[in-house]
């Protein structure tokens, strides 16, 4: 199984509504690649950039695709995975990354945590992955 971060502004809520994780291309195609690399079963940990919070975990239930019809305000990002979620917490309960910076292995940097989210779908251990799914099976 994999497991990546996906490093989302403002669209969880309609990921999760929809079951459609999209992407642009990103930097030398970069982003297609990666979720090129995602099967049915693999896992993704959704981030809320701009508000630092971990929000849910989705598992890819179709594997990359392309579409160009607008799902999400913000751009068309044609580059997509049906997903259905794993666990979704509730806005206010979303997670502060802050408060688990010193427990993830994924945050190699824990002064300077903020540059791994730089990029986007990098990969989460199996380790961090059950960390933050016991902490959000506790908050749901």
Avoid at 3 to 11: E, L, P, T
Avoid at 33 to 43: C, H, V
Avoid at 101 to 125: A, C, E, G, T
Wanted: proline fraction near 4%; charged fraction near 30%; hydrophobic fraction near 40%.
């Amino acid at each position: 199984m994999k497991i990546k971060m996906a490093v989302v502004k403002d669209n969880i809520e309609k990921c999760m509504e929809v079951g459609i994780l999209g992407c642009s291309e990103g930097r030398s195609g970069v982003n297609v690649t990666r979720l090129s690399e995602l099967l049915p079963g693999d896992k993704i940990v959704f981030y809320a950039t701009g508000i630092s919070k971990f929000a849910g975990i989705a598992e890819i239930t179709e594997s990359v695709y392309q579409d160009e019809k607008q799902i999400w305000n913000d751009g068309v990002y044609p580059y997509r995975v049906k997903i259905k979620p794993v666990i979704y917490l509730p806005k206010d309960k979303w997670i502060n990354v802050r408060d688990m910076v010193n427990d993830l292995d994924y945050f190699r940097n824990k002064i300077q945590w903020s540059m791994h989210f730089m990029q986007n779908l990098m990969p989460v251990s199996e380790k961090d992955y059950k960390k933050l799914f016991d902490k959000m099976s506790k908050l749901k």
